[in-house]
């Protein structure tokens, strides 16, 4: 359109100029309008150089000429044959010279007047834009800083706080489940990342895959892959690398955008111990927490997991693998007695302490008696339940040779240790309220224990003397 202005403006300068000489053949008397003090060719001329500018007006103004001179005496001599004559042009040098003098200055001087106040208009428009500009950009990093000054005053203003929370967080990991180990892991990965979309994958290498084993924010009905391949996934890549990805390092790697599939943002290696386990992927996570900082943290709280990550997934090949009670829920003494051989070979590997303690109710024949074996069972469950409280669920519970007996494998206890816990476990019993089908009951329990020293280091020794304790206590 801005092509076709000027066009337009010479197209009506036209019109303009011949309507005017056409009124002109009215007056025959009067070419040019130049006997009386009204002259529409001036007038038009000074008029559009005060609206378009000066070149608009001389070019109005040589249009006027060109019709008064050329134009209007032809026509005149059609309407009126013997007009054109040296009269006419005698009459126009006498008359037209001085009013086309002052009507060209005039244009001139108004044009530029016009011109100097568009480009004063233009270049005021365009500050107005240049501000306009610069303040939506100031805009933008204002909201920026605000996003960023506000992340960093959280941080400074948690960090106590989540030091509290990752401890107490991460005595929850200290579980034998390893459902409720991998749910605490995501709860504490989402509340210093604000990740809103994340999940774990376990690495199985027989098969060549990582298959999902916890997850949270994932919509439901969501068409998501459960199973991904360990050589064509950025989650493989990390597991056989041992290497956390991020997504910047899409840009910089042609391999990496190749098993791309737009749901990884950060992903880290899980070990369990010194193993390589999984891995943990972040899919959905705000922008402002995408950094370094975060990324340190993430890997802080894993490598502080990879522990009780380890006992857990023990525990759960063991419990997989046997039957538990059918009341009390816990494992049979086959099953403890083998983890307890391999927990042995590995504290003597890394010169760790390990505590086995045997809880036996003495008074459990009696309990059965009058309320049944069943409930005498489900005591017997709730007294383990007290156990792992107790334990901070670093103990692993397991049923000993007999119903009545329970054993606790607690790593990193040393003698010491055990000899406390024990009296803290026989205080909180007897502070406890216990009954049965509302009736209130007492439990005799008898505690032994015995701890890995440098004299004992066999499984069969170790429980001997926990059991010899037992027996010296029932003399």
């Known amino acids: 359109m801005r092509s076709q202005r000027p066009i337009i403006r010479i197209g009506e300068l036209l019109i303009f100029s011949i309507a005017i000489g056409a009124v002109n053949l009215f007056f025959r008397d009067n070419p040019g309008f130049f006997r009386g003090s009204f002259n529409p060719y001036l007038l038009l001329a000074l008029i559009v150089a005060a609206y378009y500018g000066k070149y608009y007006g001389l070019l109005s103004l040589l249009i006027s000429c060109l019709i008064i001179a050329l134009a209007l005496p032809w026509a005149l001599n059609i309407f009126k044959p013997g007009t054109w004559a040296l009269s006419y042009w005698t009459n126009l040098r006498s008359l037209a010279p001085v009013p086309m003098a002052a009507t060209l200055v005039s244009a001139y001087i108004l044009g530029l007047i016009r011109d100097a106040q568009v480009g004063r208009l233009t270049k005021a428009k365009e500050r107005v834009r240049l501000f306009s500009r610069q303040k939506g950009e100031l805009t933008k990093q204002k909201r920026i800083l605000e996003t960023i000054n506000q992340e960093l005053e959280q941080r400074v203003s948690r960090q106590q706080d989540s030091i509290t929370a990752l401890h107490s967080e991460m005595q929850e990991l200290y579980s034998v489940n390893l459902e409720k180990a991998l749910e605490t892991i995501l709860g504490t990965v989402q509340r210093f990342s604000g990740a809103s979309v994340l999940s774990i994958w376990e690495a199985h290498p027989e098969s060549k895959d990582l298959r999902m084993a916890a997850q949270r924010g994932w919509e439901e009905g969501a068409s998501r892959p459960t199973v991904v391949s360990a050589e064509n996934s950025l989650e493989g890549w990390v597991a056989r690398n041992n290497t956390t990805f991020s997504v910047k390092m899409l840009g910089q790697y042609e391999n990496l955008r190749k098993m791309d599939r737009g749901v990884n943002i950060m992903t880290f290696p899980v070990t369990a111990g010194r193993k390589i386990w999984g891995v943990l992927n972040i899919a959905e996570m705000p922008f402002a927490k995408y950094n370094l900082y975060t990324e340190k943290l993430v890997t802080m709280v894993l490598a502080l997991a990879a522990p009780a990550l380890e006992r857990a997934v023990e525990y759960e090949a063991v419990v997989t693998q046997a039957e538990v009670h059918p009341v009390t829920g816990l494992p049979a003494f086959a099953q403890f007695f083998s983890l307890l ?15 086995v303690l045997i809880l036996e109710l003495t008074n459990f024949d009696t309990l059965a008696e009058t309320f049944g074996r069943n409930n005498a069972l489900q005591l017997i469950s709730r007294l383990a339940g007290q156990m792992v409280i107790l334990s901070r669920n670093k103990a692993r519970l397991f049923h000993y040779k007999d119903e009545n007996q329970i054993v ?13 816990f024990s009296l803290e476990a026989l205080n909180g019993i007897n502070a406890n309220a216990w009954s049965l089908n509302e009736k209130s009951v007492n439990l005799e329990v008898m505690v032994g224990y015995a701890s890995l020293s440098e004299e004992q280091v066999e499984a069969e020794g170790l429980l001997q003397i926990a059991e010899n304790i037992l027996e010296m206590q029932k003399v």
């Open 341 to 355: 051989n391999e927990t042995l070979k590995r504290a003597r590997q890394n010169k760790e302490t390990l505590s």
């Open 408 to 420: 606790l494998l607690y790593p990193y206890l040393d003698y010491d240790g055990a000899s406390l």
